[in-house]
């Protein structure tokens, strides 16, 4: 079940990305953000009133939560600042670059992942399981070699920068799941950090704007900035749920997610018309098989 869970969020991860991209194009950053941790946060504003009020409108449903403690509070606000802080940085990125290019530096995040799921978890991988790492590693690579070919200077481009922050931030937060969600329920995770996420957005905007130093960049209306809001809200939900799952391995779940950057490339030669697919496609074909033998190995 949760590796059913896993493959759903990575779809919806993908077509999420996608409508990042459209919503940032020429347009501001912070304010689409903003919007999305709003729009967010009212996607689960009746649970949330649901368990403060103490109604129960969703007993007996999978929405069914409780209140919770000042501690279970606090947990859910440490996960919103460092969310936050990867889709900052994650935002200024794919506004300035190919998403054939962002969504192979996103992929690297499972390495990272992995590593501190041995060290902090003690996660084991099998056979089929490392076959299938390895693979993701080494197309990830030669992804990322595809894309000094558009003239993106990994070393010294301040995006990619902005891009590999993002996932080093998103793989602390991916560990930081595992943990919490021992603890604490799905719903509850998600409603409240979504909410969380609002406060400290719209404090972070107020205060840039009425910086002197802040040139506010200019802002015009897009559908796809809902549709953000839609689609990392059914991802998260997918993700959060399989986790929630005894057998789950973070590891596994996070490199499975990664499998989004299949949807964002072909939507980017589509939509986009990016450049260089030939060679991006052949390295996605290793991410393919090594999910595929991912999945076998977690049978």
């Known amino acids: 079940m949760w590796l059913l869970l896993a493959f759903t969020s990575a779809a919806l991860l993908g077509l999420y990305d996608v409508a990042k991209k459209k919503a940032l194009d020429s347009n501001a950053v912070l304010p689409v953000l903003l919007l999305n941790t709003l729009f967010s946060s009212l996607i689960f504003s009746p649970v949330i009133l649901s ?16 209140a919770g403690n000042a501690e279970a509070h606090a947990l859910v606000a440490i996960k919103s600042a460092i969310v936050l802080a990867s889709w900052i940085f994650g935002y200024y990125g794919i506004k300035h670059l190919p998403i054939t290019i962002v969504g192979p530096i996103n992929a690297t995040r499972p390495v990272m992942v992995l590593v501190g799921a041995m060290l ?21 690579f030669m992804l990322s070699r595809s894309g000094k070919r558009e003239g993106v200077d990994f070393a010294h481009d301040k995006w990619i920068l902005c891009v590999a922050a993002a996932a080093v931030i998103g793989a602390a937060s ?126």
Request: one cysteine or more.
């Open 51 to 66: 368990s403060a009020l103490g109604a129960g409108w969703f007993d007996g449903t999978i929405l069914a939560t409780h």
């Open 120 to 140: 902090f978890f003690g996660e084991r991988l099998n056979a089929l399981q490392w076959a299938g790492v390895l693979l993701a590693v080494v197309s990830l």
């Open 174 to 299: 991916g560990l930081y799941d595992k943990f919490i969600m021992g603890r604490l329920e799905p719903v509850f995770v998600q409603s409240w950090y979504n909410a969380y996420q609002l406060v400290m957005m719209a404090a972070a905007v107020g205060i840039m704007r009425r910086s002197a130093h802040h040139k506010a960049s200019p802002f015009h209306w897009s559908w796809a900035i809902p549709l953000i809001s839609v689609l990392i809200s059914c991802a998260d939900f997918a993700y959060l749920f399989s986790l929630r799952q005894p057998d789950a391995m973070i590891s596994v779940v996070s490199m499975i997610r990664r499998g989004s950057v299949l949807v964002s490339f072909a939507c980017g030669a589509v939509l986009f018309h990016e450049k260089n697919l030939k060679a991006k496609a052949a390295d996605l074909a290793l991410i393919l098989i090594g999910m595929v033998f991912l999945y076998f190995g977690s049978k």
